[in-house]
């Protein structure tokens, strides 16, 4: 009977403790179950601000990745632009290149034509140049000639006339002999003025190369200077050489100038007709390249230094450059490489 009470409160005392520590037991889990609870909350907060944050990173990385998608296919389509361009470059270029090599063909053959015909043009230029060189010289020293015969033969024709002739045919005929005797005698008298003008000019110029210092055969050259055929190839009046430059003088224009004041008092007209006329031959005369390779080979013979050349037209005054200068032939022979200078600039030229 004891032992059965003793048991009940044994198992009383054990089923107090076990309350106890279950009653301890149920409160520590209960707070560690709050704080569980807390934790887990806490966590899923987290992660679901994690989550938020994950979702915002990749919303912008896809962002992004759409942005970069879209300039790879921008830079693609501009690369393909790029390729298009460059082959329609190339072929471009390759036409180009074609096109350059038909014209440069065209061109050298353009070319080959040109100097074949140019050496035929040159060919048939020097041809007729040598020929009507040829022919002027030989017509300029005809005209002397034949002006010299034909006063000559006037003069004889008219001594003749009147020593056949009875003193009372020679008294009525007499006004019309005088006249066409004056005539004569007054064209004469023209050609001896014209030939005088132009020897004192000549002579004037010699004169003043002389108190300038200068020497004959040395810096200055007259045709009367050298021998037969040298002279004959001395075209010019005179050639003078300063300053390494071989002057060439030529003073045929004088004639032609005052054979023209004095016709040009009676008729101007014809005295320009007649003056333009002369200067047409003496400008083709001049400018022909024999003149000029005629009296170098004189001046290299005579062992004349210099290393260019000027071919100079003198006037006997400013009155008669201005002349040449209205007949606008002045630019015709600057055109042709001739200088045209009135007497007192040539002796600038040689003081």
Not at 82 to 101: C, D, F, G, P, S
Not at 104 to 115: L, S, T
Not at 223 to 238: G, I, R, S, T, V
Not at 293 to 312: G, N
Request: net charge positive.
């Amino acid at each position: 009977m004891i032992y059965i009470i003793i048991s009940n409160i044994g198992m009383a005392v054990m089923m107090i403790f076990i309350y106890f520590r279950y009653s301890r037991f149920r409160i520590s889990t209960a707070s560690e179950i709050k704080n569980l609870q807390n934790k887990n909350e806490q966590q899923a907060q987290e992660l679901k601000d994690t989550d938020h944050k994950l979702l915002q990173a990749t919303k912008t990385d896809n962002d992004k990745i759409q942005s970069l998608l879209t300039e790879i296919d921008e830079l693609r389509k501009e690369k393909e632009n790029e390729v298009k361009l460059r082959l329609n470059a190339e072929k471009q270029i390759e036409l180009t290149m074609q096109k350059v090599e038909e014209l440069q063909k065209r061109i050298d053959d353009w070319r080959v034509m040109q100097d074949a015909v140019m050496r035929d043009s040159k060919d048939a230029m020097f041809k007729i140049g040598n020929d009507l060189f040829r022919k002027l010289n030989d017509s300029y020293k005809q005209e002397v000639e034949t002006n010299k015969n034909l006063i000559g033969r006037v003069s004889k024709t008219v001594s003749e006339f009147f020593d056949k002739f009875s003193v009372g045919q020679q008294t009525q005929k007499k006004p019309a002999n005088l006249s066409e005797s004056a005539s004569e005698n007054h064209h004469e008298e023209q050609h001896h003025v014209a030939d005088d003008t132009t020897k004192k000019l000549i002579s004037d110029l010699v004169e003043i190369m002389k108190a300038g210092g200068h020497m004959v055969s040395k810096n200055y050259f007259m045709p009367a200077n050298f021998d037969e055929q040298k002279a004959k190839l001395m075209l010019c009046e005179m050639a003078f050489v300063a300053s390494g430059k071989l002057h060439i003088f030529d003073f045929k224009a004088c004639r032609y100038l005052v054979e023209y004041n004095q016709l040009a008092a009676k008729n101007k007209v014809m005295a320009q007709n007649t003056l333009k006329q002369k200067l047409d031959k003496y400008l083709a005369y001049l400018s022909n390249p024999k003149y000029r390779d005629s009296i170098v080979k004189v001046m290299k013979a005579s062992r004349a230094q210099f290393e260019k050349d000027a071919i100079t037209i003198v006037v006997p005054s400013i009155a008669d450059l201005q002349i040449i200068k209205e007949i606008r032939y002045y630019e015709k022979a600057r055109k042709l490489g001739l200088d045209v200078l009135e007497f007192d600039e040539v002796n600038n030229i040689v003081l």
